[in-house]
Each structure stands twice: as C-alpha cells, then as structure tokens.
C-alpha cells in the first residue's frame, strides 16, 4: 500500500494523498454522493502519528493494514475500485487530529475514517465524524469514550481498555498478588485505564498502593520511578503506548529496583526487545487480537502469507491489529454495494451479527457498534517471543 501525506511530511508512508468525491451526511446537499472516490478508488481517512514518541507503534499497524489493502488492490479492488488511504500526521496532538479530520471531509472528500491512533486524537476527532456523519472505523485505542452505545458513526472490533485491565488485575489475583502500582500516561487515555484499575481492584480485592503519571514527552520520569519504587509493589501495570511504557520499565530497572510489569496490547512486542533486551523476558502484556503466528488460526496464516511475500520476517501484534481492521474494512466496502455511500458503509456494519475473519469473530448490529470480547495475557519469553 502506498501512502499519501500532506505536503511536508516523510515521503515513507505507504498510500499517496489525493482527494475524491465523497458522500456524507444523509439530508444535506453535499451528503447525498455516492462514494468518498472517483470511478475506479475508494478514499479512506487516516489520522495518526507519523511522527512523535508513538510513531513506530503506529508504523506497525499501518504497516499490517497495507499488507491486506495491497492484497485487495492488486486482485481488482473492492468491485473494481482500489482503496486508497490519505494519511495525515497529528503527532498525537488532539487540536491537530481535529484539523485533520476536517481537511478529510471537506478536502479530500473520504468515505470513512479508519484507524486513528491514539485515545487523545480518535476523542477529538469523533465529535467531527459523528456531526459530518462520516463512519470512523476500528481507531488504533481501547478507550471507553470510543464505546458508548450513542455514539452512531464508530464502530470498534477489539476488546476496550477495561476489559483488557479488568483480566490483568483479576490474573494478578488469582496468583495471590495483593499490592499493587498503576503507572499511567497524563492524558485521557492513561486516566481513562486508571479508572478501569480503580474499579477492578475493588471487584478482585487487591491493594492499589501507588500510583503515578507519566509525561508524553518521557519528562519527570525519575519523579514517576521515585514514586512507584517508594511503595515496592508486587507488580506494576503501565497504562501506556509505545515509547513513554519502554521507558519507564528502562528507567525503573536501571535504577535497581525490581517488580512484575504487565502492559496494555498497544505496546509493541518488537519495541520492547529491542529497547529492554533480555530485560524484556517476564514482561507480561495482555492481547486483543490472535497471535501473528498463530499456525491454527486462517486469518494469522493469512497473515504470514502476505507479510512473507512482502519480505517481512519480523511480526507484531500492532500489524496483526491493523491487518484485521483491514480486513473488516474490506469486508465492509463489499457489503456496502458498486457504489459506497456513508450511510449504506454504515448500513453494511450494523449488518455483521455473525461475521468470521478466518477464526476472529465480529458481531456488530443497529444496537451494538463494539465488538470483541479475545483477551489474552502472555509473557515475553528468552527468545523475544510471547508464551502463555
């Protein structure tokens, strides 16, 4: 998949930026087109960071979500038409996510919005999408603000935040782990999970001695350590994405205290072996999707199939993540007819009360636009891959 950026940012990215006509909000003039593209394209919108300590994360979920659209364009397209994604860099600025989201409605006319990374930019983009009537797919976040049943444009397909930290706490339980610290960033996502550990604690009986924010920009670091390691709990979870969740656990250790970390699935598994090392080994991380090597499950096959042909040896979770939202996508498109519209790709989603993607299921409805119930808790092993 070849990528489009605004003019200025990294010529690296994987689709070319372009506008196309686009349908909108049903009972407006401008809404009542037929698809976010010209004959022949389907035109998806895509906020996320390009740039920033959240980069590389978002790197490697874009990097799977092309290995399917490239698949999909090089086999005709979805009826005919090629999916080409306009990505724009906010670099996990949510006053620039918001901006964004409007230069892809009105500018570059997208059908949908797809896979906007991070809790900050996808709840400043969301009140747009939902006013412009504008379908905002599968954001690159677990947030709960992303998953409340009035919200008629987003549709999730993972597990939220809380689910993934409600079976983190209730497993640190369930091994007599009573003590506790909470790490988590200084912005709606980090005390988004904050809240969700609060509630869990008091349902699974464990003790929550500390807890301490971390800065986007990795400063007051040492004051965040100095907080935690003052307590010394049992175990920490990291209420963290990408760069700022490596850098804590880096700095706590080199600072020589010890302790369990358990971490949300937006960390990469390849970031932490090559930041950690063999420090990486015992770091627990919990997964909403199936594992990108996987031998049993079709769609994780499929995965590797394509990601081979690319040359791609190493896999993650994140480009496991962006493959199955792709995939959904598609899936989408195709149920949405010959020519798209918002409200009938709209239509198509609420249309999947029983959809497998070769071994993940997808239930979506008219009442119900989150899915995903697959949590898994794995811990990074000696070889830099996870083990149950």
């Known amino acids: 998949m070849k990528t489009g950026v605004r003019p200025g940012l990294a010529r690296r990215e994987f689709l070319r930026s372009g506008g196309a006509l686009a349908a909108g909000l049903a009972g407006t003039a401008w809404a009542q087109d037929s698809a976010g593209g010209a004959d022949g394209e389907i035109v998806i919108g895509q906020s996320c960071q390009l740039s920033g300590p959240l980069a590389a994360l978002t790197t490697e979920v874009r990097q799977g979500a092309s290995l399917y659209f490239d698949h999909v364009n090089a086999s005709g397209g979805v009826r005919g038409r090629k999916i080409r994604v306009v990505a724009i860099d906010d670099a996990y600025d949510p006053k620039k996510a918001a901006e964004n ?12 919005l797809f896979q906007y990374a991070g809790t900050p930019p996808a709840l400043a983009a969301l009140p747009i999408a939902e006013e412009r009537g504008v379908p905002f797919i599968a954001p690159f976040t677990g947030s709960d603000g992303l998953r409340q049943p009035g919200s008629r ?3 999730n397909i993972k597990a939220g935040y809380a689910a993934e930290l409600d079976a983190t ?18 912005n709606p996502f980090g005390t988004g999970g904050l809240a969700s550990v609060e ?13 301490a924010p971390l800065e986007v920009d990795g400063s ?6 100095a907080t935690v390691a003052k307590e010394s709990p049992q175990a920490i979870i990291v209420i963290s994405a990408g760069k700022p969740s490596v850098d804590f656990v880096d700095a706590y250790l080199n600072a020589g205290h010890r302790s369990t970390f358990y971490m949300l699935s937006v960390i990469s598994n390849s970031q932490l072996v090559k930041a950690l090392g063999e420090r990486a080994r015992g770091v627990v991380v919990s997964q909403v999707v199936p594992s990108p090597w996987n031998q049993s499950m079709p769609i994780s096959r499929e995965f590797q199939t394509l990601a081979k042909a690319k040359g791609i040896t190493e896999y993650t979770f994140s480009q496991m993540e962006g493959f199955i939202s792709a995939r959904f996508l598609v899936e989408a498109l195709q149920r949405a007819g010959a020519k798209p519209t918002r409200a009938g790709l709209v239509q198509a989603m609420e249309s999947m009360k029983n959809l497998n993607l070769g071994g993940y299921p997808v239930e979506l409805s008219a009442t119900q636009h989150s899915s995903g119930k697959f949590v898994d808790l794995l811990m990074m092993g000696r070889d830099g891959r996870f083990t149950k």
């Open 153 to 155: 444009y987003v549709f």
């Open 101 to 112: 989201t409007k230069k892809l409605i009105d500018e570059d006319k997208v059908l949908a």
């Open 220 to 225: 007051k670091m040492a004051d965040a350590v």
């Open 169 to 186: 706490v209730k497993q640190l339980a369930s091994v007599g782990i009573s003590r506790i610290a909470a790490v988590y960033l200084n």
């Open 199 to 211: 509630k869990s604690v008091q349902v699974h009986k464990v003790t929550l001695a500390v807890k």
